[in-house]
C-alpha cells in the first residue's frame, strides 16, 4: 500500500511561491494501476518523487509497503528504493554495455551473485520480449527496444512498485501501444503501476485509475473504468 497524507512540498523557500505538490492525499493499494495526468510543472515528477524518496516533502506523512519515510532510516533507503522500479522517457540505459549488461548491472549493484545473474536475466529479457537481442548495444536498438531494456533492468530485482514516469514519451505510435501492453502485462504479473502520461489516447484506453495533478494539487481521482477523455 502506498499512503500519501497531506503531502506538500516547495522547492524554494519563497512565501509567494507555488508549492510544487500541495495537500496531496492519496492511497494506492497492492496491484493497482495508476494513471498520472496534468500538464508541464504540474507536479507530477514531483509526486513521483515523494513515493521513491528522492526528495522529501516539507509537510505530510508517506508511508510506502508499511515504511513510514519520516522514519526510516539512512541506511535503508537503498533497500527501499530497490523495492520501487522506476523507467523513464529517456530510457538512462548504459552505451558502453550490451543489452544483457545494463540488466545484469542492476543486479550486480543489488549485490547478486553471477550464478543468479546468468539464472535471472535470461528470464527478465524473455518477458520483455528482448531473447536473442543480448549482445546488441544501445545504439543498435530502436526507441522500442530500448525501453523494454528500461523495463527489464527495472523489474529484474521484481520489485513490488513500477513507476513509469511518461515511458512512452519518446516513442512513434506503434513502440508506444507495445510497451503500453508490456507495463499491463507487468502489472498483471502482481506488480503495483504507477505510469505518468501526456498522451490522452493512452488514458482512454487503459480504463484505468487515473489521477490528475493541477499547480501540485489533486484535482481529480477518477475509478477505474470510469475514464472518459474527450469523446
Ligand atoms: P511535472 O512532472 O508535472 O512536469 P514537476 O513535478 O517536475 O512537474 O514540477 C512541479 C513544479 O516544481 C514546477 O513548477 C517545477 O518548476 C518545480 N520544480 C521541480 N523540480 C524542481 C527543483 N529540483 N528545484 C526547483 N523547482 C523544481
Same mark, same amino acid.
Given at each position: 500500500?502506498?499512503?500519501?497524507?497531506?503531502?506538500s512540498?516547495?522547492?524554494?523557500?519563497?512565501? @509567494?511561491? $507555488?508549492? =510544487? &505538490?500541495d495537500?496531496?492525499s492519496?492511497?494506492? *493499494?497492492?496491484?493497482?494501476?495508476? /494513471?498520472?495526468?496534468?500538464?508541464?510543472?504540474?507536479?507530477?515528477?514531483?509526486?513521483?518523487?515523494?513515493?521513491?524518496?528522492?526528495?522529501?516533502?516539507?509537510?505530510?506523512?508517506?508511508i510506502?509497503?508499511g515504511?513510514?519515510?519520516?522514519?526510516?532510516k539512512?541506511?535503508?533507503?537503498?533497500?527501499?528504493?530497490?523495492?520501487?522500479?522506476?523507467?523513464?522517457?529517456?530510457?538512462?540505459?548504459?552505451?558502453?554495455?550490451?543489452?544483457?549488461? @545494463?540488466? $545484469?548491472? =542492476? &543486479?550486480?549493484?543489488?549485490?547478486?551473485?553471477? *550464478?543468479?545473474?546468468?539464472?535471472? /536475466?535470461?528470464?527478465?529479457?524473455?518477458?520483455?520480449?528482448?531473447t536473442?537481442?543480448?549482445?546488441?548495444?544501445p545504439?543498435?536498438?530502436?526507441?522500442?527496444?530500448?525501453?523494454?531494456?528500461?523495463i527489464?533492468r527495472?523489474?529484474?530485482?521484481?520489485?513490488?512498485?513500477?513507476?513509469?514516469?511518461?515511458?512512452?514519451?519518446?516513442?512513434?505510435?506503434?513502440?508506444t501501444?507495445?510497451?503500453?501492453?508490456?507495463?499491463?502485462?507487468?502489472?498483471?504479473?502482481?506488480?503495483?503501476?504507477?505510469?505518468?502520461t501526456?498522451?490522452?489516447?493512452?488514458?482512454?484506453?487503459?480504463?484505468?485509475?487515473?489521477?490528475?495533478?493541477?499547480?501540485?494539487?489533486?484535482?481529480?481521482?477518477?475509478?477505474?473504468?470510469?475514464?472518459?477523455?474527450?469523446?
Open positions: 500500500m502506498i499512503i500519501l497524507e497531506g503531502v512540498k516547495r522547492y524554494v523557500d519563497i512565501k @509567494n511561491e $507555488a508549492p =510544487a &505538490l495537500n496531496v492519496l492511497h494506492i *493499494k497492492p496491484r493497482e494501476f495508476v /494513471v498520472v495526468v496534468g500538464a508541464s510543472g504540474a507536479g507530477k515528477s514531483t509526486l513521483l518523487k515523494m513515493i521513491t524518496r528522492e526528495e522529501l516533502p516539507n509537510s505530510g506523512r508517506i510506502v509497503g515504511i513510514d519515510y519520516s522514519h526510516i539512512r541506511k535503508h533507503v537503498p533497500h527501499l528504493r530497490r523495492r520501487i522500479g522506476v523507467v523513464f522517457q529517456d530510457f538512462k540505459l548504459l552505451p558502453d554495455r550490451t543489452v544483457f549488461e @545494463n540488466v $545484469a548491472f =542492476a &543486479l550486480e549493484i543489488a549485490d547478486h551473485t553471477h *550464478k543468479e545473474i546468468m539464472a535471472i /536475466v535470461p528470464k527478465v529479457l524473455e518477458l520483455v520480449g528482448l536473442g537481442k543480448e549482445t546488441k548495444f545504439h543498435q536498438l530502436s526507441g522500442g527496444e530500448k525501453q523494454r531494456v528500461a527489464a527495472s523489474v529484474a530485482r521484481q520489485p513490488r512498485i513500477l513507476i513509469a514516469d511518461e515511458p512512452t514519451g519518446n516513442l512513434d505510435n506503434k513502440h501501444w507495445d510497451i503500453v501492453e508490456l507495463i499491463q502485462k507487468i502489472n498483471a504479473l502482481g506488480t503495483t503501476v504507477i505510469f505518468t501526456h498522451n490522452l489516447e493512452i488514458v482512454h484506453r487503459l480504463n484505468e485509475r487515473t489521477l490528475r495533478i493541477e499547480d501540485g494539487r489533486l484535482v481529480a481521482d477518477i475509478a477505474q473504468g470510469k475514464v472518459r477523455v474527450g469523446r
